[in-house]
């Protein structure tokens, strides 16, 4: 894994962008998966101002984004298409038939799974994976416990993933308790991923998924596995690391 420490999440939101900007300019039918969550707005904010400032081109990429609550509508503001809308596609020139987020009403998820999962095999694979990490060491929302072989699939999430994500709904008892992600192999087998994580709520899960076991209770450590995965810390979540000073050392002179 390549780690890159920045000062801030300003600074560290740019360093990603630049990945996924100079993919889109080199592949412009790029297929990205994609991420909701605070970890990846700076993201979608810097790539939103290459769009307009830069001419950054999205009108022949294609996106799948990694996960859905179950029982959300599109249109419910904390629906995770109603998230990207929001926060990158109404932004950037990216068709909208182009973007793929798991169903949160599919009448049979067995089904929509497995069309998911067909979708990108269809599309070619995804080329780039973004990532958040949740303060269980999830990725998407592969909690604690599910298979590293998972593939698209629908979970009762954590208790502790609903009071984290309670503070984007009116009461706890509104966060859905089921998701529809895709699975930890179907990360696996995406081309790149970017993990970004940033604070001291993060701590932890960081220095869990980079430097313990491969584990299914760290579900992100699964990515000690994957080939081209590059992490984008800021200095707080970096602070954990055991090698913090050998990180810093192979980031001054590669
Ligand atoms: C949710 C999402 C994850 C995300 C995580 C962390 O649980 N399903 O994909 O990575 O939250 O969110 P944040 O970036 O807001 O800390």
């Known amino acids: 894994m390549e780690i890159t420490i ?18 889109v300019k080199s592949k412009p039918n790029a297929v990205l998966g994609l991420a909701t969550g605070s970890s990846p707005l700076g993201l979608y904010g810097e790539l939103i101002r290459m769009h307009r400032e830069d001419g950054l081109d999205f009108s022949k990429v294609r ?12 249109e419910h503001e904390q629906s995770y298409r109603y998230f990207m809308e929001k926060n990158l596609f109404d932004d950037l020139n990216i068709k909208k038939e182009n973007t793929r987020v798991p169903s949160g009403t599919a009448e049979d998820y067995a089904k929509h799974c497995e069309e ?20 269980d060491g999830h990725i998407g ?12 699939h629908v979970t009762v999430l954590t208790q502790q993933t609903i009071a984290d994500n309670a ?14 992600t895709m699975g930890v192999g179907t990360v696996l ?11 001291k709520g993060k701590v932890k899960a960081i220095a869990q998924a980079l430097e313990g076991p491969v584990t299914s209770m760290c579900t992100a450590s699964a990515l000690q596995l994957h080939p081209d995965t590059s992490v984008f ?12 000073d050998y990180y810093k050392w192979v980031q001054q002179n590669r």
């Not at 920045?6 to 993919?23: C, F, R």
């Not at 503070?167 to 529809?180: G, L, T, Y």
């Not at 087998?189 to 604070?199: D, F, P, V």
Request: proline share 4%.
């Open 63 to 74: 996106s799948f984004n990694l996960d859905e609550y179950v029982g959300l509508r599109p």
């Open 167 to 180: 503070r984007f709904f009116e009461k706890k008892e509104d966060v859905p308790i089921r998701a529809c």
């Open 6 to 23: 920045s000062p801030n999440y300003d600074e560290m939101s740019k360093a990603a962008a630049q990945v996924v900007a100079e993919l």
């Open 233 to 244: 810390l800021d200095q707080e979540a970096a602070s954990g690391l055991k090698l913090l």
């Open 141 to 152: 929302f592969n909690e604690p416990g599910t298979s590293l072989a998972s593939r698209t």
């Open 189 to 199: 087998e995406t081309r790149k991923c970017i993990l970004l994580a940033s604070g």
């Open 116 to 135: 998911y999962e067909q979708e990108i095999r269809q599309a070619g694979g995804i080329d780039l994976q973004v990532l958040g990490i949740g303060s």
